[in-house]
T-cell receptor
Framework: GDSVTQMEGPVTLSEEAFLTINCTYT??????LFWYVQYPGEGLQLLLK?????DKGSNKGFEATYRKETTSFHLEKGSVQVSDSAVYFC??????????FGPGTSLSVIP | DVKVTQSSRYLVKRTGEKVFLECVQD?????MFWYRQDPGLGLRLIYF???????EKGDIPEGYSVSREKKERFSLILESASTNQTSMYLC??????????????FGSGTQLSVL
């Protein structure tokens, strides 16, 4: 069935370090891909999305590229800030409107 | 802005009780979802609905049922609560039938404790 796999956390980085959070998926058809973020004490919110192969989603300095050949949608940021500390969830939306999430990756950025 | 409202922020129930979790959205969205969020497991889909009276099982429907009698309201029912259903429950909605650009709007969650 459809599924999303993310790299294990927690991830701890120093401020201004480069961030990569790996995400791979299994799905039939052509899913849309998303990254959601959950800041401490807040609800989930959409960070970025991509709807077809080779699309790049970007927001707040984060980027992810939809790679159909490797079924991946890795999240990257060139220089993280303390305010980026949060839990990041990779997700896919199937052609039947079902939305599935990965287990989440906790990121802590230290000054 | 879309508002997804969950009726309770915290609930404490006893084993065997019937529990109702209510969710209401105010933007005429077609799709509504119930997830549970547990540490290390992320969000797991319990049920979703793409129209009034329509429902589909998610990945972990056992022990749960849902009701969608009106478009704006999606209820999650625990017929006989058990301790392993202690969790954070999240409701979400999305436009539906709008192509591939939709996103989910989440409620603030209900932390359910079953004793």
């Amino acid at each position: 069935g459809d599924s999303v796999t993310q790299m294990e956390g927690p991830v701890t980085l120093s401020e201004e370090a480069f961030l990569t959070i790996n995400c791979t998926y299994t799905a039939t058809g052509y899913p849309s891909l998303f990254w959601y973020v959950q800041y401490p004490g807040e609800g989930l919110q959409l960070l970025l999305k991509a709807t077809k192969a080779d699309d790049k989603g970007s927001n707040k300095g984060f980027e992810a590229t939809y790679r159909k050949e490797t079924t991946s949608f890795h999240l990257e940021k060139g220089s993280v800030q303390v305010s980026d500390s949060a839990v990041y969830f990779c997700a896919l939306r199937t052609s039947y409107d079902k939305v599935i999430f990965g287990p989440g990756t906790s990121l802590s950025v230290i000054p | 802005d879309v508002k997804v409202t969950q009726s309770s922020r915290y609930l404490v129930k006893r084993t065997g009780e019937k529990v109702f979790l209510e969710c209401v959205q105010d933007m005429d969205h077609e799709n509504m979802f119930w997830y549970r969020q547990d540490p290390g497991l992320g969000l797991r889909l319990i049920y979703f609905s793409y129209d009034v009276k329509m429902k589909e099982k998610g990945d972990i429907p056992e022990g749960y049922s849902v009701s969608r009698e009106k478009k704006e309201r999606f209820s999650l029912i625990l017929e006989s609560a058990s301790t392993n259903q202690t969790s954070m429950y999240l409701c979400a909605s999305s436009i539906g039938s709008a192509g591939q650009n939709e996103k989910l709007f989440f409620g603030s969650g209900t932390q359910l404790s079953v004793l």
